[in-house]
């Protein structure tokens, strides 16, 4: 399991098990928050607690960051799928270094056609060193 939060402790998240990949998005959004993402399902993989502000971006996502510090914690579905699950990503860069170091970043182009680009070695370290 890894474990993130904010940097007031308010808001904190969880990830059961090892994320197989961060995404790293230039969507107009994601580019200006400088999350890596890591995606799950709420209360399956990932449960998310503690008080948070919410922008709302279109009909599809609400991105939740902590009112005290600001920090960005994670993104959530405004709907549920078919199926009755809701999808969610948490923000990578609140977990300790350690635990997520090694996971590889994939780079998505939300910001012309949301395809996704050939990986290139990068994992979540090197963002931060």
Known sequence: MIEGTCHCGAVRWQF??????????????????????????????VRASGPTHVYVRGARMAFHFCPVCGCMAFWRAQTRDASGRRRIA???????PAAVGHVPIDHLDGLHDFDHLPRDGRRVADYWY
């Open 16 to 45: 059961d098990g090892d994320p197989e990949r961060a995404t790293a998005c230039n969507c107009t959004v994601c580019r200006r928050y400088g999350a890596l993402w890591a995606y799950g399902c709420e209360d399956e993989d």
């Open 90 to 96: 948490v923000n990578l860069r609140l977990a300790e």
